[in-house]
């Protein structure tokens, strides 16, 4: 490509909504345009960046045996009816009339499309397993959308449906597929991460997402440097602490916290650690009658340690209470007689569930709210000053230090960018919409499912977020809109130059390498600015002096300095260097 | 590609809706699966199909100069707005209201949003010309959607569209992509034609539908097969006839036509030629204040010969006429004093302005209607009986024998399905929308606009049209879903028959040749009747017999009957017939 030919649009600065450093840059370096909110045109030079992601996805999916479709982006809603989510699901699901007043939505995902298509296609155990992909335009109605390619609204993804004769095929489908987006990932260059994710109601262990490491990223993610282990925050385990209860050592006291409601003003307040004190969430549950009225709630007491955070996945799998709600204040006052921040689990006004975290469980002379207001009470001891606790479970989110639930180590947290996910389905769908084959036997079976999304729009802005600098973009090789510019120096003044830049040019496209050509005649510093911005990791100068050496520059994008290097060895050097 | 990972998946019988024979074998062929009405998902087979359409489309908008991006499927009305096309747009035009209860529209093509991006991107007219293309979804809400791909509600387009600095540019880049059309068409290997097509109210020529040329096409293609001229049906121009009015002949006579109210009737029962008879068509045009309220008529008296159609395009181009509509019977019965049926040139109650087809206003000792009820007037001539047409001009649809405009002989006519239209726009959204740049004494110019379409998911449907038989689809090389087809007879029981299959499928892998391996165990008859269906070009039988002397059976998808090769040859041949 010659860059006269191609558009090249560099911003000096970002536009004022541009919040995060890949928006930033990749509205700077031209690649997006915004069109409306969270609606985003690919410029020539960011579409070159999603095709080249389009390319690599499609071929391993391929590889990994999986078969390309596609299905509308605009669906009719009886499909999304029969599974119940055209109603469940909320605002984010774009709704469609059309001229006859017939209700369609726009894809978010494409489970009820594809299971359609499985239960006509697939009759039999002998055409499975199926792997469907398609890399289509989605539409997320998103209350606010920010972060460009990160939260849009539109956007593309490939999404993967595989279907197979019983749970331990699916297994496999699943592990073929997280093993693909592994070489996936591998070859983007990106440095990521897969780490277990809450599989909802079906549980086991079969949910993994793909994040990309980034400071800037949205999730937190927990590893164990010491082992393979990793989790997002929400499935990461917190262990029980391995040191058993320590003996009471202090009196139960009722001490005066005038206007102390949190753990920590308690405890600075008391001059006592922190580590010692507990906090108690109410939450409460409610069973409904067929028409959805509540029929009978029910209250439960969580207690965790004052310097903790609750983990709502976790507490929502604790029998009993999925779907939970915090309670309201007369739920509390009923049971406590007090208002929150002075609550506790001693001398309760009315009983109820009581639920207390691992590390809870073995604390001893702990601080909690006295139920009575501006008074909490120290020296509290299991047993002693109220009963030894009933359920205990893991409530809280771990933190640094934590020992690995492997046992490998103690758990470390970095921040990550989701760009993928595989998940196994079991039949959610294909019991939903009857989507059954023969087994071997003859006998109607429900189909077993998993389905595995890459957000492909949203993939640069990850890559982004983990490689840029003051600059600019920093592309890795596999996501470069071009691989190598070519930037000759005044060729307007220097005709050896432009030849030299033109033999250069003719000879990487013969060898098949991905080369633009700065025939622009910009100024080398406007010019050098430019790529940097753009982030094309090779870059080969050519200036008038050099060449009557022989010679012309080389500089990785993430080299300090120029190389001086031989004309005749810049084909060899490059593709040396996108080889390692 | 082996078909056991793959999904082949035919149909003895067509879908009951599917009316036309590419909608019956793209539906048994497995290639596209209905969801709703005109909306399809386009299945394994099908996909394949497109996407070998977008990639030389693709290669030769590219090699043309035009820079590809992406803009959004789901758009704000804002764009459409400042258009006028938000309302000006039937129900066609998909609308939709998101979570915040703003407008947007679904693309049926994109000239809002692409003129956005010139107006912001190209200040300088150094930066002109440029030619920005998409290939993307796009969706038309068809009053009736019909024919499968053909005249679908969701489908896929590449449209391109140019911005120039003047007319000449404008028309430059016009014929780029008129050249670049052309080779895209040859490359299918389609049978097409390039038909002159009319530009609206623009003027000039720069206009042409691409056709493929199929009997079943909706379109009715105007052609000279002595030149190279060829319009479609509403551009072709017919010529006045060369022979000069003969001289009357017959004297003006009132003829009793009891209830012969139609031209063909009048000329049987006056046993007349129709030749000599002559159609009258009452239209009027409305003057419109800034309400748009009505605030003066006027009435037109149209004269074509009775065996001829009127051609509304090119009525309306007549001066004063543009937005004509039929008149009402109030008007007609002020102007002629008689009910349609029986209405002429001749005699009028109140003057009306008259337009006269060439070919009328060479016509002696003609019949038209009395304006009296039951009555003709036959042996009419101008001049004689009424004064000579005052405007003379080409009213009518062109008719095969007709002399071709060029005057290289006469004229043919054919059935085409419109697959591609270049179109060259003026300065109608550049002014609309405000897009100006700096010319080379620094005033704001408007960007003259050119836009080129193609349809990328119905390209295969009219290729289907074109291509098959009763035994199902024939595709060109360039568009089949797989070249080659490899059928081993029972390679369950002949090892040696599935060794040379497998070798041979090596071999052409190796090779880049796009080939399918039939390795499901099929009997050869419902192999073959698969394989015909989908019309895979090329196959290869491997059978035990032939294999013991080396031989296998090569036949294409148009020959009659197969032909023996030896295995060896087989690559050189399928590669010699790719190449030719």
Redesign the interface.
Do not use: N
């Given at each position: 490509m010659k860059a006269s030919?191609?558009?090249i649009?560099t911003l000096k600065e970002a536009p004022a909504d541009a919040e995060v450093v890949s928006h930033k840059l990749m509205m700077r370096a031209g690649m997006i345009?915004k069109?409306?909110a969270g609606?985003?045109?690919?410029?020539?030079m960011g579409?070159r960046v999603?095709r080249k992601v389009e390319a690599i996805v499609r071929e391993e999916m391929n590889r990994a045996?999986a078969?390309?479709?596609?299905?509308?982006?605009?669906?009719?809603a009886?499909l999304w009816q029969e599974t119940g989510r055209f109603e469940a699901m909320g605002?984010?699901l774009?709704r469609?009339k059309?001229?006859h007043e017939r209700d369609?939505v726009?894809q978010p995902t494409s489970e009820e499309?594809v299971t359609?298509?499985a239960r006509?296609?697939i009759k039999s155990y002998k055409q499975l397993p199926?792997n469907?992909y398609q890399i289509q335009?989605k539409?997320r109605?998103e209350?606010r959308p920010r972060f460009g390619l990160m939260r849009g609204?539109?956007f593309t993804m490939k999404d993967a449906y595989s279907f197979d004769r019983d749970q331990d095929a699916a297994k496999l489908s699943y592990q073929v597929m997280a093993k693909a987006y592994r070489k996936i990932f591998d070859r983007f260059g990106l440095v990521y991460r897969a780490v277990a994710a809450d599989s909802g109601a079906i549980g086991g262990d079969l949910s993994e997402e793909f994040q990309v490491i980034a400071a800037t990223g949205e999730d937190a993610i927990v590893y164990c440097p010491g082992s393979d282990y990793a989790a997002n925050m929400e499935k990461a385990e917190a262990l029980a602490p391995q040191s058993p209860r320590a003996a009471a050592t202090q009196a139960l006291e009722k001490v005066s916290t005038p206007g102390m409601s949190t753990c920590v003003d308690v405890a600075n307040y008391l001059k006592l650690p922190i580590e010692n004190s507990l906090k108690t969430l109410v939450v409460a549950t409610d069973e409904r009658d067929d028409k959805g009225e509540i029929v009978k709630s029910r209250v439960w007491l969580l207690l965790i340690r004052g310097d903790r955070s609750m983990n709502e996945v976790k507490v929502g799998k604790i029998p009993g209470l999925a779907g939970f709600r915090f309670a309201t204040l007369t739920e509390i006052d009923e049971h406590f007689g007090c208002e929150p921040g002075y609550l506790g689990p001693v001398g309760l006004k009315k009983p109820l569930s009581v639920v207390v975290d691992r590390e809870v469980a073995v604390m001893s002379d702990w601080i909690c709210g006295a139920n009575v207001a501006d008074y909490h009470l120290s020296g509290v001891n299991w047993g002693r000053d109220l009963p030894e606790p009933d359920v205990i479970a893991d409530l809280r989110n771990v933190v640094e230090g934590d020992l690995s639930p492997d046992g490998k180590g103690a758990l470390a947290i970095e921040r990550g960018i989701e760009i993928g996910h595989v998940f196994y389905l079991g039949t959610k769908y294909s019991r939903a919409m009857n989507a059954t084959f023969l087994d071997v036997n003859g006998k109607p079976q429900f189909m077993e499912m998993g389905c595995y999304g890459i957000g492909i729009t949203r993939l640069p802005a990850a890559a982004i977020e983990q490689n840029h600098d003051e600059r600019g973009i920093i592309w890795p090789d596999a996501l470069a809109p071009f691989t190598v510019v070519l930037c000759p120096i005044s060729p307007d003044r220097f005709p050896d130059v432009k030849a030299a830049a033109d033999k250069l040019y003719a000879e990487l496209m013969e060898a098949g390498v991905d080369v633009i050509l700065d025939d622009r005649n910009e100024r080398p510093g406007a010019m050098f600015a430019d790529w940097e911005l753009i982030g094309v990791p090779h870059r080969v100068t050519l200036g008038d002096r050099g060449l009557k050496e022989g010679m012309v520059e080389y500089q990785h994008r993430r080299d300090a300095a120029a190389t001086s290097v031989p004309v005749a060895e810049v084909l060899g050097l490059i593709q040396a260097r996108l080889k390692a």
């Open positions: 030919q191609f558009l649009s345009k069109l409306g609606i985003y045109s690919y410029m020539p579409l999603v045996g078969v390309e479709l596609a299905m509308p982006v605009i669906q009719p009886e605002p984010e774009l469609i059309d001229r369609y726009v499309v359609d298509i006509q296609e199926k469907f335009t539409f109605d209350r609204r539109e």
